[in-house]
């Protein structure tokens, strides 16, 4: 009798069909996310896939930072908490196991943000320019 392994890859592409263009992608800077304040379905996707048990977070999520905390969390013009000021964007998608809550992103501050192909949207308008903040510009 012979066993041959049998090994399975799974790979997924992220999509940044928001991403307006390539400037400052070169210049992301880490973030750390607190997942208890992301929505799955809206800011993240569960896994289904029994060999990739992991969940993503969507690139191209707009973030704001907990003042309390340090950590990231979605941006809500309506929050009180810190994440009513607009920090960037998650640029690349990021694994995290169910079980986690804290997870490290790329934080993308400066750059070019199609704002209609934002995940859970985003209104240009609610983000109040700051000449110390993020440098995004939406188109």
Do not use: C, N
Not at 26 to 49: N, P, R
Not at 76 to 94: L, N
Not at 110 to 134: E, F, L, N, Q, R
């Amino acid at each position: 009798m012979t066993v041959q392994p049998v090994t399975t890859s799974v790979t997924y592409t992220a999509s940044r069909s928001w991403l307006g263009s390539l400037h400052g992608t070169d210049q992301t800077e880490t973030a750390t996310l607190d997942i208890t304040k992301f929505t799955a379905g809206t800011h993240y996707q569960a896994s289904t896939d029994p060999a990739q048990p992991y969940y993503r977070v969507l690139s191209g999520v707009p973030l704001g930072k907990i003042t309390a905390s340090g950590l990231f969390g979605p941006f809500d013009p309506a929050a009180s908490d810190g994440r009513q000021v607009f920090a960037g964007v998650v640029y690349d998608e990021a694994l995290f196991a169910p079980s986690q809550t804290k997870v490290a992103a790329a934080l993308l501050w400066h750059g070019v943000v199609k704002a209609a192909k934002v995940p859970g949207g985003i209104d240009p308008t609610k983000v109040t320019p700051s000449s110390t903040g993020p440098l995004i510009r939406f188109v």
